[in-house]
């Protein structure tokens, strides 16, 4: 079975800086790793994922995530928060069938 | 360029009444999920069709809720009779074949609120 867990439902970081949240899996395969980002009245869309090629996946917006085996992490950091990266951020799990599983979500607020 | 789209956006109906969500699938998806968001629960499961069968629904409450394909391009969820507890956004979402190692493609959500 999968799970992920977001550590943190809220984030803030002030504009400008480092941006981390943080997501644990659990796997009993190799998994396939995604973050999703929602903005206000919208749906969720693709960030990025990690399907088992490079251990660090870039993403749209600046995004990146390093997946990390030994720590069963898969966390996502941007160098730079901008105004507009404020939204809701959900990290999800696959085992390579059809079942996903998705974080509870964490909401990054950016401070001007 | 493709979408998943949803309707109605917004409903707003009366308990007891009966709810119609509707889903276009992005063309060529096999692969269709039905989710629902509360601040209280975070984004559930209630069900996903592979092919327009249903293969999975076992997160969505079985007296009331009922799930269809009743086509490639029409994916329905209704509600009946509603409830207060069913005020939630609804996305569908969509996928190719083998959707586990690929993108699902979220719609714009419909917001339902029961009175």
């Known amino acids: 079975a999968q799970s992920v867990t977001q550590l943190g439902s809220h984030v803030s970081v002030s504009e400008g800086a480092l941006v981390l949240l943080r997501c644990n899996y659990s796997?009993?395969?190799?998994?396939?790793l995604f973050w999703y980002v929602q903005y206000p009245n919208q749906g969720l869309q693709l960030l990025l994922k990690?399907?088992?090629?490079?251990?660090l996946v870039k993403g749209i917006n600046g995004f990146e995530a390093e997946f990390k085996k030994s720590e069963t992490s898969f966390h996502l950091t941007k160098p730079s928060a901008h105004m507009s990266d404020a939204a809701e951020y959900f990290c999800?799990?696959?085992?390579?069938?059809?079942?996903?599983?998705f974080g509870t979500g964490t909401s990054l607020t950016v401070i001007p | 360029d493709a979408r998943v789209t949803q309707t109605p956006r917004h409903k707003v109906t009366e308990m007891g009444q009966e709810v119609t969500m509707r889903c276009q699938p992005i063309?060529?998806?096999?692969?269709v999920f039905w989710y629902r968001q509360t601040m209280m629960q975070g984004l559930e499961l209630l069900a996903y069709?592979?092919?327009?069968?249903?293969?999975?629904d076992s997160g969505m409450p079985k007296d009331r809720f009922s799930a269809e394909m009743p086509d490639a391009t029409l994916a329905t969820l209704k509600i009946q009779p509603s409830e207060p507890r069913d005020s939630a956004v609804y996305f569908c979402?969509?996928?190719?074949?083998?959707?586990?190692?690929?993108?699902?493609?979220f719609g714009p959500g419909t917001r339902l609120t029961v009175l």
């Open positions: 069709f592979r092919n327009r069968a249903p293969l999975d």
């Open positions: 999800a799990v696959s085992d390579g069938g059809n079942q996903f599983y």
């Open positions: 990690y399907t088992s090629a490079a251990t």
């Open positions: 979402a969509s996928g190719p074949l083998w959707v586990g190692a690929n993108e699902q493609f």
């Open positions: 063309l060529g998806h096999n692969t």
């Open positions: 796997s009993s395969v190799p998994p396939y």
